[in-house]
């Protein structure tokens, strides 16, 4: 992997500016407020790539949520491709029974994690159970996942930063962008 000190040196493209993902995060957090009005609900954040759109997206509610976090791998696949094989490795730490969920997710791609993710929440029994993406992926989707609230749809690019990464590095970038071609090419 032949990586920069600096990892803006390290971007092709920007893809999708800071502004414009402040503008959907406000966006998407007055509709979740309006559509769970009064109702009981919990955030549920899928570590790590999450991690900055919930810190931004639960202020962007002015309704009282709930937050609690999971984190899953998908393993067997590569750095780049998810193989669909989930494991739980930090499970939620508070009981969802009875409250309304919503499931507040990076990117969906092949859709496989998040399939996974979806049976296994419905199985503890939540009101409701809703999903929300900042960014889907549709070309590369092997299962039909029900997306609530999207942020922005992209072409079928591996894309870096604000929580998403290659090799755990880009995810503290404000924007989501595009890697220069070289830093794939070397060793890893
Ligand atoms: P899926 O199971 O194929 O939908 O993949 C979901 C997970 O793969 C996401 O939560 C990300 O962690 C990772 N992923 C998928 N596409 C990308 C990408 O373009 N950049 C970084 N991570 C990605």
Redesign the pocket.
């Known amino acids: 992997m032949n990586r920069s000190p600096d990892l803006v040196d390290d971007i092709a493209e920007v893809l999708i500016p800071e502004d414009e993902i402040q503008a959907k995060v406000a966006e998407l957090g007055a509709r979740v407020s309006a559509d769970f009005a009064g109702l009981e609900l919990t955030l549920v954040s ?1 570590l790590k ?1 999450s991690l900055p759109f919930m810190a931004d997206l639960m202020r962007a509610i002015t309704i009282p949520v709930q937050i609690d976090l999971m984190e899953v791998s ?1 393993y067997g696949g590569t750095a780049t491709e ?1 193989s ?1 094989l989930v494991r739980i490795l930090k499970d939620l730490s508070s009981s969802i029974d009875g409250r309304h969920v919503l499931i507040v ?10 399939n996974y993710l979806v049976r296994y929440l419905r199985g503890k029994n939540p009101a409701s159970l809703r999903i929300c993406t900042l960014l889907d ?1 549709p070309a ?1 989707r092997l299962v039909e996942i029900p997306i609530d609230y999207l942020g922005f749809e992209i072409p079928d ?4 930063g604000y929580g ?3 090799g755990e590095r880009y995810r503290n970038l404000r924007f989501v962008g595009v890697l220069r071609p070289e830093v794939y090419a070397g060793p890893e």
Request: proline share 0%; aromatic share 8%; glycine share 12%.
């Open positions: 899928v790539g998908s998810s669909g997710e990076d990117i969906i791609d092949t859709g496989l994690t998040l992926k590369r690019q591996f894309v870096i998403l990464d290659y």
